[in-house]
């Protein structure tokens, strides 16, 4: 697949795909499509997904309406109370949640959510944008399983600009109004499977749908591009190790197709040797990055293979935020591979993640020594990755899932 192909498939998919939407859909099928022209049949496996539809979301402060958009499966219902914008989590200033409608900084983690919660909160704000940019753009968020666990406060997002607004002319008093219909919907992995000589294989990733802003060309049709580029390679060329890959459905509302995946093949998962993970390639400018959450001699093995093949990589030992994540938590090592651009010059979760960030020939290049290396696995006598999660980084998945508190 050369850099023109690659970026008529970024022109072909340049909408927004959000997790259980039929763009979503639209997108898998789209994929599917794409398998069966390079000549691999690839099939669609739908999962159950949370999903809504809003019908009222208001926000009112003092008397003046702010332009919001109210958390999808945070149930319905009206309520007013003092604003109180949370600024630190220390202990008294949680103590001061009680009864009031609070604002916080960046996103509604399980962590903070359960904290408002515990300590009297009756509905919440959240914020996102840029100040310095022209827009008043507003993603649309929700309330995740997960997070709530059916303890649920009503909540909006708002921009940046109207936040700061809410702060600068102190704020006293808050209504936020919601309905919506919630329901189950579903969303889709779509599944390739190359068999090799053995029945051992190594799993590629990565996630197709997008945030509610975004046609998320970068994050992550990039990577999705990159494994369908990948398995046309070795669809052609043999392999000792089978290969599966996995084009993920709302990764970006709590990698769930990749937790749906292994929930669903969790007896499969017993023949997997290593997953390969790519979130965020080809992009115009950054680095380009492998993350590893296995043992720390895989990380020193990335190093050496980039100055083998002079390709800059920077590897690290770590959780990544991604499709990896699942299959780590299984005890299966993990490398996630990305090219992360400054702030600056590349954004994702907003309306400037699209084709003009991405270049075709960078697209090459990164999939090429993703190529090189997968070969090396794929074909390995033995995969040299050790079958075993670290004791750090069980530490630290415990922490990136919710299970343990992260106490630094």
């Given amino acids: 697949m050369n850099a023109k ?16 939407s039929a763009e979503e859909l639209r997108a898998a099928e789209y994929l599917q499509g794409y398998c069966k022209q390079l000549g691999m049949d690839a099939t669609i496996e739908a999962f ?6 809003m019908e009222r979301a208001t926000l009112t402060v003092d008397g ?19 604003f109180y914008y949370l600024r630190s989590t220390d202990a008294y200033s949680l103590s001061l949640c009680k009864g009031k409608i609070v604002m916080v900084d960046g996103y509604m983690g399980y962590w903070l959510y359960q904290d408002i919660l515990q300590n009297g909160a009756v509905g919440f704000i959240t914020y996102d944008g840029d100040a ?14 997960y997070v709530s666990k ?9 921009n940046a600009k109207s936040a700061i607004e809410l702060i600068r002319t102190d704020a006293k008093t808050a209504r936020i109004s919601l ?8 969303s889709h992995n779509v599944v390739l499977d190359l068999p090799g000589e053995i029945p051992e294989y190594i799993v590629l990733t990565a996630h197709y749908d997008s945030t509610s802003l975004s046609n998320g060309a ?5 990577g999705s591009v990159g494994i369908l580029a990948i398995a046309e390679h070795f669809a052609k060329n043999p392999h000792r190790y089978g290969m599966r890959f996995i084009w993920c459905g709302s990764e970006e509302r709590g990698l769930l197709g990749a937790k749906a995946y292994c929930a669903a093949h969790e007896e499969e998962l017993k023949n997997v040797v290593m997953n390969i993970n790519l979130d965020m390639i080809g992009c ?43 299959f780590a938590d299984k005890g299966i090592p993990a490398v996630s591979f990305a090219r992360v651009a400054p702030r600056s010059t590349a954004t994702i979760h907003n309306s400037y993640d699209t084709i003009a960030v991405m270049k075709g020939e960078q697209m090459e290049q990164d999939v090429q020594f993703i190529i090189a290396f997968t070969e090396r696995m794929v074909n390995a006598k033995r995969c040299p990755v050790a079958r075993e999660m670290p004791g750090n980084m069980k530490e630290k998945l415990d922490n990136y899932l919710g299970r343990k508190r992260d106490k630094t």
């Fill in 5 to 20: 192909e690659m970026m008529k498939i970024f022109e072909d998919t340049a909408y927004v795909r959000m997790g259980g």
């Fill in 48 to 53: 159950d997904v949370d999903m809504a539809t």
């Fill in 64 to 82: 003046r309406e702010i332009p919001c958009k109210g958390y999808f499966c945070a149930g319905s219902g009206e309520v007013e109370a003092p």
């Fill in 132 to 145: 310095n940019y022209a827009d008043c753009d507003i993603d649309q968020r929700e309330l995740r399983t």
């Fill in 150 to 158: 059916g303890n649920k406060l009503l909540g909006v997002n708002i």
């Fill in 179 to 186: 309905s919506q219909r919630e329901y189950m919907g579903k």
């Fill in 218 to 222: 970068y994050d992550n049709m990039s």
């Fill in 284 to 326: 115009i400018m950054g680095k380009f990055i492998a993350c590893a959450t296995a043992e720390e001699a895989m990380v020193q093995y990335l190093k050496y293979f980039s100055s083998e093949t002079g390709f800059g990589v920077s590897a690290y030992q770590d959780v990544y935020s991604s499709d990896s994540t699942p």
